[in-house]
């Protein structure tokens, strides 16, 4: 008896240990997937702020605009490059000639572009399906008008998921937030904007990767001048976003294509 009870004390703890070895190995899996999507694709990353020191990146949304040549004009005057994240159809079609020609102007002035997205959309309200359209579509239409492939996307209003991650991943992106905001579309007027770069220029921070937008027309003729000064002065030097991270604005880059059937939103 005492023999048999000594088996079975065994038997018990060696049965537990394979239960918890079990339990071990399914919480791994677990974890795992909460990093990667269903492909083994590790989720994109979020850029929320530059990484070199003493660089001020500009950065504009939802264009490109009927300002956007004036702004592009603007900036290389002062020695300024600045990255434009746009829409596909969003203001206007991305395709049509005069958006297509002004992003293509900036383009060529050295300023770099990336993605907004299609539309605009809430991406955390969508499925699979309608993220790879949002992405795809976009990155298909700027690499089409200027010969380059983005490899940076802003997602509108800075909303994300795990999903959206997992898209954005399949898609070779990283996705970028900002770290300071001109308010330029939250009723602040072109002063109050002026204000707080100001503001942001006492602070002082290390590096800066603000937000703004081309559709407004005090932003373009009233609060970027007034930035370019104020943040020169501080002694930032303006850059693209690819070169206050240090890497590369495209995944690839070539020739623009040939306007054709194709162009069109």
């Known amino acids: 008896m005492t023999i048999m009870k000594f088996t079975n ?41 530059c990484t070199v ?13 009927v300002y956007l040549q004036e702004l592009s004009d ?9 990255t434009f994240f746009v829409n596909g159809q969003n ?7 005069g958006p297509a ?22 991406l955390t309200q969508l499925g699979k399906d309608q993220l790879d359209a ?7 239409a700027i690499h089409r008008i200027t010969g380059a492939a983005p490899a940076f996307t802003r997602p509108p209003y800075g909303e994300y998921n795990a999903l959206v991650l997992d898209v954005a991943a399949a898609h070779r992106q990283t996705l970028v937030t900002w770290d300071f905001d001109s308010g330029d ?15 942001l220029a006492a602070r002082h921070p290390s590096t ?19 930035a370019i000064f104020t943040l020169q002065k501080a002694g930032y030097k303006l850059v693209t976003l690819a070169e206050c991270l240090g890497r590369e604005a495209y995944l690839d880059a070539g020739a623009a294509g040939a306007r054709d059937a194709q162009w069109r939103c």
């Open 9 to 49: 004390k065994v038997l018990c703890a060696a049965l537990v240990t394979l239960a918890l070895a079990l339990f071990a190995c399914a919480a791994e899996s677990d974890s795992q997937d909460t990093t990667a999507d269903l492909d083994g694709l590790a989720r994109a990353q979020v850029v929320t702020k």
């Open 53 to 65: 020191p003493g660089t001020a990146a500009l950065t504009f949304d939802d264009g490109p605009s």
């Open 74 to 82: 603007t900036l290389v005057a002062a020695g300024v490059k600045a």
């Open 91 to 97: 203001y206007d079609c991305i395709y049509n000639s």
């Open 101 to 122: 020609q002004r992003l293509k102007h900036a383009y060529d002035a050295g300023h770099q572009v990336a993605s907004h997205t299609w539309s605009h959309a809430h």
């Open 134 to 140: 949002e992405f795809g579509r976009t990155e298909e």
């Open 185 to 199: 579309t939250t009723g602040k007027t072109a002063a109050e904007s002026n204000e707080a770069y100001d503001e």
């Open 208 to 226: 800066i990767l603000a937000l703004n937008h081309d559709v407004k027309e005090q932003t373009v003729r009233v609060v970027v001048p007034h």
